[in-house]
């Protein structure tokens, strides 16, 4: 398998695509790792706010969405962030040198587009054992067509 460049997945751009690199896919299973690093965007004193795991797991959802696409010859589509439930985190703020790794596992997709992933922050220490940072149920919705759907939301 040829692994995809992560930000051929998402459709964010720029300083917004935070995810670093792609891990592993499958039809119902994403890995993603973030390096905070100097340049990462929400850095504030050495670390990024443990808030921001709300949105890496977003934009691994969105990237799971983006490789089921491709899998099926797709273009990657557009999708919405619902809400989270149950986001728990270890830790207050993710230190400045941490890797991260982003598991999202698809546990309901409705043909409406509406979708529910449960999902996992973990970091790999030095002695390689792996500490569980944060865990969220992430619910998310793609439409058919994104054009319609705003047109008809604004309305």
Not at 32 to 56: Q, S
Request: glycine share 10%.
């Amino acid at each position: 398998m040829t692994v995809p460049d992560i930000h051929s997945l998402v459709p964010h751009s720029g300083a917004m695509s935070l995810l670093g690199s792609f891990v592993s896919a499958d039809e119902e299973n994403l890995t993603a790792e973030v390096r905070i690093g100097p340049d990462t965007m929400f850095l504030a004193k050495g670390v990024v706010g443990a808030w921001v795991g709300v949105e890496y797991m977003a934009q691994a959802v969105a990237a799971h969405a983006g490789y089921v696409a491709t899998q099926r010859g797709e273009p990657v589509r557009v999708g919405f962030l619902l809400g989270t439930r149950r986001y728990a985190c270890a830790v207050p703020a993710f230190a400045l040198g941490s890797v991260l790794t982003i598991h999202v596992h698809r546990a309901l997709q409705g043909d409406n587009g509406l979708g529910a992933f449960d999902c996992c922050i973990q970091e790999v220490s030095e002695d390689g054992s792996v500490k569980e940072l944060a865990t969220a149920t992430i619910t998310v919705f793609q439409p058919d067509n994104v054009e319609e759907f705003l047109q008809r939301s604004s309305e």
